[in-house]
């Protein structure tokens, strides 16, 4: 047996020991504290698929593996594609076995073989279990892969004939191309002359953005890079070629919208080239800014002294233009002139209303396109989606 006092010495250096370990060294006598790993989720990007389902792999990572079973909860949030037209949502929680550093988890997005805007959804991460997140959100890219377009055939229609008139003209627009015997592409911006134009940011192409299927014509704005310009798109007119002086014009098609989208169909005097505008006069049937999709413009523009004047009417339906296919008309007489949608009145215009030379009894030519941004309508924003159609069933001049 140790004497007292050496036992009393050990007692007390042990002691010593024991409270500067720890007071100043953790490691040296206790576990280590483990500390949680974060979660990240990458962004994905894939082909729509063409039959059936495609499915959108996610994987969630660990920054390092646990000892516990980490949990997250995993939603999808509509972009511009839109669940469940698009893609099948998600609210699940997912776990990560302890030692595992990843899971997967699959979005099954909803295919078809028509074209449309690339479109996206997100992936939430939220409400962690032994972990932390350290990316919230997989961004996730619905790529277009179809060049058919969808062609519904739905909406308003008209005869093929009307009593006690003749059908004069008519581009039932049922082939494969443009017929050139009718129509012209203006081409550009209408620079660098700036005969035409309202600060527009469209470049128009001589036919790379005009499709023909099912028996429409199909004008494409797109976004993209061409001339200075962001976008793309198509005008066509029939001067020197197609002219009229009255009669009843049935103009049947479905058109864009969107904040910044511009379709129209509209009419110059055709001493446009001699004359210039507005002298020449303007007659427009139907004009729509994208952000009202259901408000209908129709205007005459003329010369009143040296500058230019208008006369614009409007008329608001019950749903979206775009919708479906609606008639755009005209009904036009010596001092008359009447515009209407699905047969109802937008507008009726007469030499009372104009303060000049009334300029809309002579001929007059067509023009269609869809504009993007400019002066009236603004820019896209982000809400605008591109591309956007504008389909075009016929035209038929009856007199
Ligand atoms: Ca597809
Ligand atoms: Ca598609
Ligand atoms: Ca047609």
Redesign the pocket.
């Given at each position: 047996m140790l004497p007292k006092f050496t036992m009393k010495y050990i007692f007390l250096i042990f002691s010593l020991l024991l409270f500067s370990c720890k007071k100043n060294d953790t490691d040296c006598c206790l576990p280590p504290v483990e500390t949680n790993p974060t979660i990240s989720i990458d962004a994905l990007s894939l082909a729509e698929g063409n039959t059936g389902t495609t499915a959108f792999n996610f994987t969630i990572k660990l920054n390092k593996a646990s000892s516990k079973t980490v949990s997250v909860k995993v939603t999808t949030k509509n972009g511009t594609a839109a669940a469940p037209k698009d893609f099948t949502s998600l609210d699940n929680t997912i776990t990560i076995s302890p030692g595992e550093t990843t899971a997967k988890v699959t979005v099954s997005v909803v295919a078809d073989e028509f074209k449309e805007a690339d479109e996206d959804f997100q992936l939430m991460l939220s409400e962690p279990t032994n972990a932390s997140i350290e990316t919230a959100i997989g961004a996730a890219f619905i790529m277009n892969d179809d060049t058919k377009f969808e062609v519904v055939e739905n909406g308003y229609t008209t005869p093929n004939s009307y009593a006690g008139m003749n059908l004069v003209w008519a581009d039932?627009?049922?082939g494969t191309s443009l017929n050139a015997e009718n129509w012209n592409y203006d081409v550009g911006d209408g620079c660098p002359n700036c005969g035409w134009g309202n600060n527009e940011l469209q470049y128009y192409t001589a036919g790379e953005n005009l499709y023909f299927q099912s028996?429409?014509m199909i004008i494409e704005a797109r976004k993209e890079n061409k001339n200075g310009k962001s976008y793309t798109s198509t005008r066509l007119t029939s001067m020197n070629k197609k002219s009229f002086k009255f009669g009843r014009i049935d103009f049947r098609a479905k058109i864009p919208s969107g904040q910044g989208i511009w379709p129209a169909f509209w009419m110059l005097g055709d001493n446009f080239p001699t004359a210039g505008w507005p002298a020449c006069g303007e007659i427009d049937i139907l004009e729509v800014l994208g952000q009202q999709p259901s408000k209908i413009y129709s205007t005459i523009h003329f010369k009143s002294g040296n500058t230019s004047a208008r006369v614009e009417k409007s008329l608001v339906t019950a749903t979206s233009l775009a919708d479906e296919f609606h008639v755009y008309s005209m009904i036009w007489e010596k001092d008359k002139i009447k515009t209407m949608v699905d047969d109802k009145t937008i507008a009726e215009f007469d030499p009372s209303q104009v303060s000049a030379t009334y300029p809309f009894n002579e001929k007059f030519f067509f023009i269609m396109n869809i504009a993007v941004g400019g002066n009236w309508p603004g820019s896209p924003n982000a809400t605008t989606y591109f591309p956007q159609f504008m389909m075009v069933?016929?035209i038929r001049v009856f007199q």
């Open positions: 039932e627009f049922n028996g429409k069933d016929y």
